[in-house]
Nanobody, 121 residues
């Protein structure tokens, strides 16, 4: 069963930068529509950014101007570049995606396990 894998999380100081990566566990599978969510303890999961197969990124207001979402040319990876991080950005960041395999759409939705981002003051 193909899985989504997030990486790049860790601890940074406020004002710092971090880049998260979302990729599939098996190379024939590529990322189609991709969405980043985040969830902090005691809070509901919230939408952060999204990137459609054909389109430009969309961002939540609270990250606009600070976060940038992009994909590599092979669609093997999608990135979330985060700058000017704030304490309130601390959360588990989750990748959600629809996939393709050899350019054929794969039914269903896929979630990664999440990667922890901790921003300290």
């Amino acid at each position: 069963q193909v899985q989504l894998v997030e990486s790049g999380g860790g601890s940074v100081q406020a004002g710092g930068s971090m880049r998260l990566t979302c990729e599939t566990s098996e190379s024939p599978y590529k990322l189609a529509d991709v969405v980043w969510y985040r969830q902090a303890p005691g809070k509901e999961r919230e939408w952060v950014a999204s990137l459609a197969t054909r389109g430009s990124p969309n961002y939540a207001d609270f990250v606009k101007g600070r976060f940038t979402m992009s994909r590599d040319n092979t669609r093997a990876k999608v990135f979330l570049q985060m700058t000017d991080l704030k304490v309130e950005d601390s959360a588990v960041y989750l990748c959600f995606a629809r996939l393709s395999r050899y350019y054929v759409s794969v039914p269903g939705d896929y979630w990664g396990q999440g990667t922890q981002v901790t921003v300290s003051s």
